[in-house]
């Protein structure tokens, strides 16, 4: 197999399921699938809300990567993007703050998270596993 993807451009909206089926297409079964759901989901509510500020007039950027190995998605909003002090991993520091809990949840999902440097892009991604389709 070699590197495919696939490109997916949607209005900024809270109706994601759709999008995250479509998403998850390559995974047929198996334990990591709702952890995936949960990561996806967060990375696209984050993005709708904090980046595009709940504006159905900006849209979405998903590119889902396939590779022999990997499985990658990239979500850009069309926000200002998260400063690298804002892309922190750990869970607040009080159980009552407002914000944070997403991004701790978005690192527990994948493998592996990376942001552009302008923040406004964020990068999952989980090794592929022999269970799914290709």
Known sequence: ????????????????????ELLLEPIQ??????????GLQEVLVNAVRHGNG?????????RRILTPRWLVWQ???EGRGLSPQQRCCALPA???APGGRGLFLIHHCFDDVRWSR????VQ???????????
């Open 94 to 96: 009080q159980s009552e």
């Open 54 to 62: 709940n504006d159905p007039r900006k849209c979405l950027r998903v």
């Open 29 to 38: 079964r198996g334990q990591q699938l709702a952890t995936l759901q949960l």
């Open 124 to 134: 999952v991604s989980v090794r592929r596993s022999r269970s799914w389709a290709t």
């Open 75 to 77: 979500v850009q909003d």
């Open 1 to 20: 197999m070699l590197l495919r993807w696939t490109d997916f451009i949607t209005p900024s909206t809270l109706h994601l399921a759709p999008l995250v």
């Open 118 to 121: 302008r923040g406004n892009r």
